[in-house]
Structure formats: structure tokens, C-alpha cells
């Protein structure tokens, strides 16, 4: 990846929580060289449809990382869904599909798919509702997740909707956001790097929290003071200010700066275990080798 490819690094920090407008959901942002990373629109409450619209608006040339499953396991069972006629061959397809079976849900919510008699077999959901398909453990992972785990990560099944590091939700409503980027903005690895213009990845903030020297299992920050020394393990410049910030905003805020210093890293863009069927199925997180 040329150093120069892009102009602007952003970190967005996604939720799939109920309702119109998420507090957890966080856009940062920086450019090329050493200056601070900002938050957009500083004590914005944004919706999913606002995030839509800033991202398809944003300047060309930006490499946009989501912090959600893109996708969903496929290669350790040869489906998404096995056993069900309708699942689908790729995640493109995956994301039709949910956005289809969600059409009457608002704020691009996803609460039709995982009640869908077919689909809620593989999920985890509350009140015990384990489907008969979910599996052991933590469930299902992607082969990105696998490898997340040789690097000491600890994530989670994107097939899991319980507790409070379940990551299903929010895997489930960014699919409805790809879906409509899908053919308006290319989305690595699903597709391919066009080398011009803006390019949207899947990122894991816990990924950065590690390269910037945050213990294992303390990767959150709440205080700016550390945020700031996050920030200046990876050659950055401190935000200003002091006191209290919530952890959406410095996930954000040093995972757009981990992107600046990562970005043009060729062993990333080409991990080893990253097939072309990996790369239509699952796709992979940008930073896992």
C-alpha cells in the first residue's frame, strides 16, 4: 500500500442497540503525518442513517474502519446457515438477505432477522434462547476470529446477541448499512482495493488498544490522560484536554490514528489465510496477520 494512498483515516465506533439514535456510536477522524485525531461532530447523538450519509459525503480518498462483523462463519461449515435452503452463498448475499427480512424494522435494525424462524436456529439470544444450531462455547468464528486468537485477542461469536461483549448486533445492523454502500463505496476484502478514492475496512479497537500498549483485558480508556499516552505510542500528537471521556470516543479517536500508522503496512492487506473465498465469505479484520 503506497504511504500516500490516503488523505484521511477514520475510526467509527458502531452499535446495534435499539432506537433512532446510539450513544454508542463515535466517528473519528485524522490526516496523514502527526496531528491529533478529532471526534465529527463532538456530542452529536448519531443515528445509523446519519452515519450512512456522513460516510458516502466523506472526503475522497479516506479509509473508513467499522468496528462490527461484516460477516458472519461460513468455512468451518460450509454455510452460514447450514441446513437452511435460503442461506446465502456470500456475504453480499447475506447482506440482501438481512436487509430484506429487516425491511419493516426502522434505524436499520435487525431485531426481524434474529427472530426469523429460520435464522434465530444459529443465534444466542436472551431470555436463554439458545437455537439448536448456535454450537458450544462462544459459538461459531470466522477465521479472522481464529486468528484474532493466536494474537491474543478474545473475540467473540458475531453469532452471539447476549451480554455485554456480544458482538451480534452489531455485526447484524451494519449489514444493512453495507448493503447500501455496496456498489457505491468498495468494502475490503469483499472487494478489492480500487487504489483511488475511499475504501471502507472492518477494524477491532482492541487491535489498536494492544499496539499502543494497553495491558490485555484494560484496552478501554476513560480519562483523556490515557488516552493520550495510547496516542503517543503510535507517534501521535495528544487531544487536548483533560478529565473524563466515555470509551466509544477514545476507541474511536486512537483506533483513527492506529489506522494512520497502519495503514500502508502491505502484510496487512495480504494476511496468508485470506483465500478469494475467505475474502467473499467471511472477509477478514483490517490488522489481523
Known amino acids: ?13 458502531w452499535s446495534g442497540a435499539v432506537g433512532a439514535r446510539q450513544r454508542g456510536i463515535a466517528v473519528a477522524e485524522c490526516t496523514p ?26 472526503p475522497a480518498a479516506s479509509l473508513i474502519g467499522f468496528d462490527l462483523g461484516p460477516s458472519l462463519p461460513f468455512r468451518d461449515a460450509g454455510a452460514f446457515f447450514p441446513g437452511w435452503d435460503d ?9 440482501a438477505l438481512v436487509d430484506r427480512l429487516c425491511a419493516e424494522d426502522p ?9 426469523h424462524v429460520e435464522a434465530s436456529r444459529h443465534f444466542r439470544r436472551h431470555g436463554g434462547r439458545t437455537g439448536d444450531r448456535f454450537g458450544t462455547g462462544r459459538g461459531r468464528l470466522r477465521v479472522t476470529e481464529h ?3 493466536a494474537q491474543g485477542m478474545s473475540p467473540y461469536s458475531n453469532m452471539n446477541l447476549v451480554g455485554a461483549a456480544q458482538v451480534g448486533k452489531s455485526s447484524l445492523t451494519g449489514m444493512r ?8 463505496l468498495p468494502v475490503w476484502p469483499f472487494d478489492a482495493d480500487p487504489g483511488h478514492g475511499s475504501l471502507v475496512v472492518e477494524i477491532y479497537t482492541s487491535i489498536a488498544a494492544r499496539d499502543a500498549g494497553r ?5 478501554k480508556m476513560r480519562d483523556i490522560a490515557a488516552l493520550n499516552a495510547a496516542l503517543a505510542v ?4 495528544a487531544v487536548p484536554g483533560t478529565g473524563e471521556i466515555d470509551d466509544h470516543s477514545s476507541d474511536a479517536l486512537l483506533t483513527a490514528a492506529w489506522l494512520r500508522a497502519n495503514a500502508h503496512r502491505a502484510e496487512l492487506w495480504h494476511p496468508p489465510a485470506l483465500t478469494p473465498a475467505i475474502a467473499a465469505t467471511e472477509g477478514w479484520t483490517f490488522g489481523v496477520t
Do not use: C, N, Y
Open 215 to 219: 495491558p490485555k483485558g484494560r484496552s
Open 147 to 149: 486468528a484474532q486468537r
Open 1 to 13: 500500500m503506497a504511504p500516500d494512498r490516503f488523505a484521511r483515516f477514520v475510526a467509527i465506533d
Open 177 to 184: 448499512l453495507l448493503h447500501r454502500l455496496d456498489g457505491r
Open 234 to 237: 503510535l507517534g501521535s500528537e
Open 87 to 95: 442461506s446465502p452463498p456470500d456475504a453480499k448475499a447475506l447482506w
Open 33 to 58: 503525518g502527526t496531528a491529533a485525531p478529532s471526534l465529527v461532530r463532538p456530542g452529536h447523538i448519531w443515528s445509523r442513517h446519519d452515519v450512512l450519509e456522513w460516510v458516502l459525503a466523506a
Open 107 to 115: 434505524h436499520l435494525a435487525a431485531t426481524s432477522f434474529v427472530d
